[in-house]
């Protein structure tokens, strides 16, 4: 089993930043890769970013976070980050962390086998 804590969302401005942090716990060596999704309120859940086990340099992003939101992972700690900065109202949603067992990066939720319990996001316009 793995366990996933977020941690670092809250209420912000237009054009601030925050950091996410998603701590995992457990049988942490059976990660392959993390992954962040996102999911505002009437949305479907939606792709932001992946990092291959702690390694910024296997990253993947999707076209919402390109430019703006950048992962990286600290392996000594087993906790992946999610930098967000300008961020604009439309990236208010709850954030959530997941750890996924296959090998290769993954834009698709149902690749990811354990879940954080999410951190909410609201970004004031």
């Known amino acids: 089993q793995v366990q996933l804590v977020e941690s670092g969302g809250g209420l912000v401005q237009a054009g601030g930043s925050l950091r996410l942090s998603c701590a995992a716990s457990g049988f942490t060596y059976s990660i392959n890769s993390m992954g962040w999704f996102r999911q505002a309120p009437g949305k479907e859940r939606e792709f932001v970013s992946a990092i291959s086990t702690w390694s910024s340099e296997s990253t993947m992003y999707g076209d919402s976070a390109k430019g703006r939101l950048t992962i990286s992972g600290d392996s000594a700690k087993n906790t992946a980050y999610l930098q967000m900065n300008s961020l604009k109202a439309e990236d208010t949603a709850v954030y959530y962390c997941?750890?996924?067992?296959?090998?290769?990066?993954?834009?698709?939720?149902?690749?990811?086998?354990?879940w954080g319990q999410g951190t909410q996001v609201t970004v004031s316009s």
């Open positions: 997941a750890a996924r067992l296959s090998a290769g990066l993954s834009r698709n939720a149902f690749g990811y086998r354990y």
